[in-house]
């Protein structure tokens, strides 16, 4: 049986430090070439919004649709007399002037009511209207 000497043992132990510190600078390598997307401007935001939402079913629910379009622009939520919960989501998908801010008329509505999708446009702004003014009347 052959025995272990030091130099041996030293030397293998460098061999794999020295591997492990080449496929670390490789791995950091590869990663700086890979393309990271590019934040994407207003007109690109409301072109992919406006696509998306164009593809939308009803009944969806709205973790879902987060999780496609992000954050809304804009956002409101109730719930009514009979604790259905309405939440209206807006999302800019035109644009109306160059003042540097997204206003309602920039954006399409969607509404959700129990976290599921059951309007989108300008109907979805109206029915989530009468659902709140309902509430506040009884």
């Known amino acids: 049986m052959k025995k272990l000497n030091l130099f041996d043992l030293t030397r293998g132990v460098s061999f794999a430090l020295l591997a492990l510190l080449l496929l670390s600078l ?3 390598i ?6 990271t997307p590019e934040p994407l401007d207003w007109l690109q935001l409301q072109q992919r919004n406006a696509a998306l939402i164009a593809q939308l079913q009803y009944g969806k629910g709205n973790l879902d649709i987060l999780d496609k379009l992000g954050s809304a622009d804009f956002t409101d939520a109730h719930t009514d007399q009979l604790g259905q919960q309405w939440l209206l989501l807006r999302y800019r998908t035109h644009h109306r002037s160059n003042d540097g801010f997204t206003s309602l008329d920039e954006t399409t509505p969607l ?3 129990n976290g599921k999708l059951v309007e989108w446009g300008e109907t979805a702004a109206a029915k989530f209207a009468i659902s709140r003014n309902q509430q506040q009347n009884h």
Request: hydrophobic fraction near 35%; glycine fraction near 8%.
């Open 30 to 35: 590869w990663r700086q070439q890979q393309p």
């Open 26 to 28: 490789l791995y950091g």
């Open 111 to 113: 509404l959700f009511k």
